[in-house]
């Protein structure tokens, strides 16, 4: 008897995902490492977009990956484009289903365009193909970033959103020079939405949180206009860590704040999850010595290289207007009230509320 034919449910925008359907449109048949996270994503990607979906993919871990030999996980239409070419290959894929509609070639239907790229591909050589789609609100489509923190397809070479002092083949650590990699992790969703003031819908989400990752490519999909998400994904070989670490490495990046949950949909700002209640006061952020401790890629950190990484981490969350997102501490208004999040301070159940540079107590 043959199974009944799962559909994707009808969900108003931002309306939480209680529903999911059963069917999976990425499978088996693909080569990732053991532990990748970024295939993960690849099928809560696929699922929450549902059969009517076209994928096109940059050069990279995902592409490489899933493309093996006569073997493919994707089990909806897929095709390749160049390393940074996602906003071109999405944005022409768009503007083709609509002539082709427009015409009468085909039925007028929604058909989901999402390309995907990395942080290699996307953050770094396709960042204006990028921003080149995003200005074109005529047509509809995704753009998600999936960010492994280097070029791992090519042997982890760094990229603009390798974090400070990670080790990688052109960052190595020396008895010369210890630290060799000084740049700090370029913002890719908040440089967008800043940049883009008619883009409808831009995202920072995790591997580590499936449900929000998917609520946010459902809400991308069904606002309409181009849109933006990127995702944060652990990668054991470019990271140096047991595969088995991979989820909770994830969880942890946002338990330590440097991993922001956040989106914009119309120009309102949220936080969600673990983040919103950093945001809140209702909880204290992990130390990332916790994180940055558990991965060859940092292990040539001393005390004073941690601390440096938690004081950037501190500033953050302590004195930017909007923590992860707008690097804003003063403004002619002053600042913003916000309880304190800093993990030195969690042994204490009092809330410190900096305004203008004085703090009181609640």
């Known amino acids: 008897m043959a199974a009944p034919e799962s559909t994707l449910p009808e969900l108003a925008v931002n309306r939480r995902l209680t529903v999911l359907p059963l069917q999976e449109y990425y499978t088996s048949g693909h080569r990732t490492c053991q532990g990748c996270e970024s295939a993960l994503v690849m099928r809560y990607l696929a699922k929450v977009a549902g059969p009517r979906t076209l994928i096109t993919g940059t ?6 990956a899933n493309t093996s030999y006569n073997s493919t996980p994707w089990a909806l239409p897929w095709a390749h484009t160049q390393l940074g070419a996602a906003g071109s290959s999405a944005l022409g894929t768009a503007a083709a289903l609509e002539a082709l509609m427009r015409k009468g070639k085909i039925p007028r239907e929604r058909i989901n365009v999402i390309a995907f790229c990395s942080d290699g591909g996307g953050g770094d ?7 080149a789609a995003i200005q074109d609100t005529r047509y509809n489509l ?13 042997d982890i070479q760094a990229s603009g959103m390798t974090p400070w002092g990670a080790v990688t083949a052109f960052t190595p650590s ?5 630290i060799t990699h000084h740049r700090w992790k370029k913002n890719v969703p908040a440089l967008l939405m800043a940049g883009h003031p008619q883009g409808r819908y831009f995202a920072s989400a995790s591997s580590g949180f499936g449900m929000d990752l998917m609520e946010k490519v459902r809400t991308a999909l069904d606002v309409g206009g181009p849109t933006f998400v990127q995702t944060h994904d652990p990668c054991p070989k470019g990271w140096d860590y047991d ?3 991979s989820h909770d490495l994830a969880v942890l990046a946002v338990e330590c704040g440097i991993t922001v949950l956040w989106d914009c949909l119309e120009g309102e700002l949220r936080y969600q999850g673990i983040t919103r209640q950093i945001v809140e006061g209702r909880l204290r952020r ?10 060859g890629r940092f292990a040539h950190f001393t005390d004073e290289d941690v601390d440096y990484f938690q004081s950037q981490i501190d500033e953050m969350w302590e004195r ?4 992860g997102v707008v690097r804003v501490t003063q403004t002619p208004f002053g600042t913003l009230p916000r309880p304190s999040t ?16 004085e703090v009181s107590r609640g």
């Open 59 to 64: 050069t990279g871990c995902m592409y490489v």
């Open 125 to 131: 050589m396709g960042l204006s193909a990028i921003s």
């Open 142 to 154: 995704l753009i998600l970033l999936y960010d492994n923190e280097s070029y791992a397809n090519t």
């Open 174 to 178: 020396g008895s010369a020079k210890r």
């Open 243 to 245: 595969p088995r670490r």
């Open 286 to 295: 992990k130390p990332v010595a916790e994180y940055l401790r558990t991965q």
């Open 320 to 323: 930017w207007i909007l923590p």
């Open 342 to 357: 800093s993990p030195e301070a969690g042994q204490s159940d009092e809330a410190e509320v900096v305004v203008a540079g």
